[in-house]
Each structure stands twice: as C-alpha cells, then as structure tokens.
C-alpha cells in the first residue's frame, strides 16, 4: 500500500488497485468494514470513507443490506463530486491512460474565456488541446486555457506523467481548489469526429470548467468533449 497521503486514500487506491487486478472481479462482494478495518488496522470510519470514494469513482456500488459489490470496469465514469483530472478518474479505475497534445500555443482568449480568468485585454494564455485515449483508443478531447503569467512554460515544456493538474502542483505550486461546471450534450464536428474516429455529428457530452486555486482565482477554463459511453456521475445524500 502507498505510504504517502491521509490513511483513508492509501486504502481507497490499494483497493482500487486489488479491483483492476482481478482480486475482487466484477459481482463479488467486498470484506466488511469490520474486515477491512482489521485488515488495515484502522477504524470503521477511516474504511468507510475509502469505500465512499470507490462508490463515487464508479467501482463498487452499496446493497442496502448486502454489502458493497464490485461493478464492471467496463462502466467508465467520471465523478462530479470532487475537482479531480481526467488522468486521475481513470487510473483509479485500473485504466492506462495516454495523452496526445494536438496543439500548444500562446493565444489572446475569446472574451468569454477571458471573462471567466478575470483577464485584463491585453494578457495571453497557453491555449492547450489534449486527445486522452484508455487503453489506446481516443474517448475525450480537451481544451484548456491557462493564464500565461501564471504558468510560463507551459507552452513548450512536456505536462508532468501527462496530467496538466499534476503539473500545476509539482511545477508551479498551485493547489486545486475546486471547480463550476456546465454539462451539455452536443454532436461531433469534423475535426472532433476525426480525433475520437467518430462518424460525423455523433453525439458527445459537453462539459465547460473554470478551475480556482486555493486563494480562489481562476487557474484554468477547459472544455471537454467525451464519448457518451463515459457517463458523468454524481452520489447524492439526504
């Protein structure tokens, strides 16, 4: 088990990595808390909230009074309920991710864009479009722009393990604070369809972000368009 990060996250990533490894398959049932508790030497809590966040990453689901079963991998989902990167949502559910850069330049954004970096008219951006392909076949484009003056290298130096978040933080110091996002469904243009290798006008979910950091200034606006088979998912509570 990874020996870096609160307890409950080193049991949720060596629990996701026992389910991309076959050790739970699909329709098994996973140990009690009590069990897992044991097992990790932590209490029930610690457990529940590594199970928590397996639920909302899409690999288990809870039974009321059953337990927690495992789902299929092939369910791809990408949780809302926390600000997290493509990259992250998928090797957590035991996929291989890849990324292809498609274009990387310094622009002066759209005024929308610019708006929502709280920009003056005159600043630039790193206008980043990504490809991010599981296992080897295309599923997201990505667009992102990025304040210049923020991140100034970022228009030439290589995205650190292909993640723009983890490149953030481990270059550039900045945290993630949290998000807004707007969902909409859309049909492929040309180049989109060319990239996913969709037919023309396949349908596609949408989703526009705008990115704070930890002194809530905007970090990143970013578009993604996903195939509908990775759906967006959310675990609600009363």
């Known amino acids: 088990m990874a020996a870096s990060g609160p307890k409950y996250v080193q049991i949720k990533d060596d629990l996701a990595a026992a389910l991309a490894t076959g050790t739970y398959p699909p329709d098994s049932k996973l140990p009690s808390e009590t069990e897992l508790a044991g097992r990790y030497g ?9 199970v928590e966040g397996l639920v909302v990453d899409g690999l288990v689901s809870r039974r009321h009074g059953a337990g927690t079963f495992v789902l299929a991998q092939a369910e791809m989902s990408r949780p809302l309920n926390r600000v997290t990167s493509f990259t992250e949502d998928m090797r957590a559910q035991g996929y291989e991710v890849e990324t292809r850069i498609v274009s990387r330049e310094e ?4 005024g929308d864009v610019r708006s929502a970096l709280r920009l003056d008219e005159s600043a630039l951006t790193v206008r980043l479009e990504r490809v991010r392909l599981v296992n080897g076949e295309p599923v997201a484009i990505q667009r992102s722009w990025v304040p210049l003056g923020r991140c100034p290298g970022l228009a030439r130096d290589d995205l650190v393990d292909g993640s723009l978040y983890v490149t953030f933080k481990s270059v550039y110091g900045i945290q993630i604070k949290n998000a807004r996002q707007q969902i909409t469904a859309t049909a492929a243009d040309q180049q989109q369809a060319n990239l996913l290798r969709l037919p023309l006008r396949s349908p596609l979910l949408e989703v526009r972000r705008t990115t704070l950091d930890h002194n809530n ?11 509908p088979d990775i759906p967006l998912t959310i675990e609600l509570n009363n």
């Open 42 to 50: 932590v209490t029930r809590m610690t457990v529940r909230r590594a």
């Open 107 to 110: 622009v002066t954004p759209p």
């Open 217 to 227: 200034s905007p970090i990143e606006v970013a578009e993604t368009w996903t195939l």
